[in-house]
DNA sequence: CATGAATGAGGATTCATTCAT
DNA sequence: GATGAATGAATCCTCATTCAT
């Protein structure tokens, strides 16, 4: 299953690979840490090398998650755009993060529905608080969208994307690129100026 | 905390609302069954004369909150009123009832993030879909939406009524009543023809 | 191995000299729980409806140890005699108790010399400070021993019975009655007035 | 906390004294070889060219700490007294051996009380019987103390000194040196011919 | 019906030991 | 020689479930 796992960087990808898919398979109890040992292609204890226990492995594969989740979002090719397009372009790349990496959602889900959460600091508990909220923010300053508190139009933004990705990823409905477009155009068009 | 309870219905009940709690506190996999039932005010073994399994009496207490979220959004006085005052109510009383009743939200949260969904005949897990689905498509029909596909509509009410939830919940932002109406206004604004 | 076992006493019973035969024959880290349990006829979870941990029951069976070393020294018939002659009576009462049990004095040692005495109420440490003090401190009192501090008399006391008890079970030598005499002899020579 | 080690002898050494110190502190049990190791600054490999395993390396330290034991008991400068001075000077010199040494005491305690006694042949268990038998016959051949079984003095010459000590060192009482020399009184006029 | 003691499989974690560098 | 990452067997403990009372 596994070529040489040299580094200690490329283990711990493997275990968080083997843990994220383990975890949308079966849920946070149902994956037991000697099936990720296995299926990472590593001894059970070597885990212990890398994470001190079960949540703190937890805990890293979310801040982990959260990185590529914003890399994934924020790019250099969007900053270009105007604004209206780059609201857009992010809303839609975070469903096809999703949608590409159902592991993620399910993961990030389980985790927010999950005790571990109060683990967080407060802080890090509003993920991507950062970069999101000065986006947003920058679009209320700059007068693109309408004086709203940025609590109310994140949650739009944040609760559209996951319902959207996670009926996709259900197979109760497949979202083509026009129907992404127009989900994204309802908030949009609730929210502009 | 326990009053005698009498009948099967009471018992079934206090079992409900012990395993809503504590599945808030502690998740699926911290609540052991004898710490529902010592809650609940009643034997362990007692819970397997109502439920054959844990499984059985999550997937139960499931179809219970429904039933509950159901009722408490779809109401007699609401049906008077015009089509976008229905739809702001309804999408209101769906938040108010989960602000209300945090456990239940959490519980389903964890619930469709969880294994369990699995053991639901795929139509019962597409939750509120009949009478829901049903609301969304007269507003169509009678031209009060636009003409998007049901499933862009209910995404975007659904999401957005569970993101302003948990975060009024976590504390994160203190919706007030105009708050959610800036909230509902945004989708219906985005959706209505 | 095992008649039926009923009251709870009697499973606590069985739990304690099953871990007292262990533990005498391959100490504390050597016997699992596992194999307490099947030495005592009883599955490894029953063990925690009596005992919430390992370190718990090790400190129960020292309790209990310490109790029935207490019956064994103190007796009825002892109370009648001359000071001198309860004086060696308890002595080898104490030692012939530990010859008769070896896996107490065994666990009583391996307890003192281990971490767990930490948990024990400081006063309890003191293990059988109540009776015997008072005992010591009577025989100063009414001048059959010299005035000498009873943490002096009390070590000597101590000291030559567990090194008396151990030196025989080893089989390095087997003290008869007569050599029994002898030493508690040398003692009540060291200190009577 | 380390300085260069650099020969062998240097190496075992600090991993002997990290060993007592941590075995005195959190058991035999509680003490793993990777944590000898660090307190030892050197590598777990490392301890591993020195003993073959756990066992060996405790049986080595326990032939090492009888070794010191019995330098600082029988001096050049005690040779010379009388034979009651001796024989107190070389009860004193263990007494204070142990007090100044806790941990070599705790681990000889637990070391006699475990299992690894098992391991050594038989005659080093009786582990300073030649100096000290040899001794204490002397004493009885020259006609200093009764003629009594060697075993029976030699229970209560090492019986007094670890009480003492123990109740010197858990600080239950304070033996100042006028308390040990009573102490010694004690078993010497039991003894003394 | 209700009880809760008993069961034992299953899971997280530890740690003595090995071995490639 | 020295290192310390990797191993995986072994241990403590939990908890869903059963069943005699």
Known sequence: MNVQLNTAAEKKQAI??????LIREFGFHGTPM?????EAGVATGTIYHYFASKEELIVE????????MLNAIFREDERALSYPRR???????????????????SFMEQFFSSPYVKTLYSEECV????EMSNFLKQGVDEGHIKPLD??????????????TAKRHINGRFTFKEE???KMVGIIWDGIKN
Chains 1, 2, 3, 4 share one sequence.
């Open 87 to 105: 609201f857009m372009t992010i809303w839609m790349n975070l469903v096809e993060h999703y949608i590409q990496h159902p592991e993620v959602l």
């Open 179 to 181: 129907d992404l477009k």
């Open 34 to 38: 000697s099936q990720i040992a296995q």
């Open 16 to 21: 968080y690979q083997s843990t994220l898919r």
């Open 127 to 130: 993920y991507f608080q950062d």
């Open 61 to 68: 594969l979310f801040r982990y998650s959260k990185e590529r």
């Open 150 to 163: 940025i609590n109310i139009i994140s949650a739009a933004f944040v609760g559209t994307v996951s319902a």
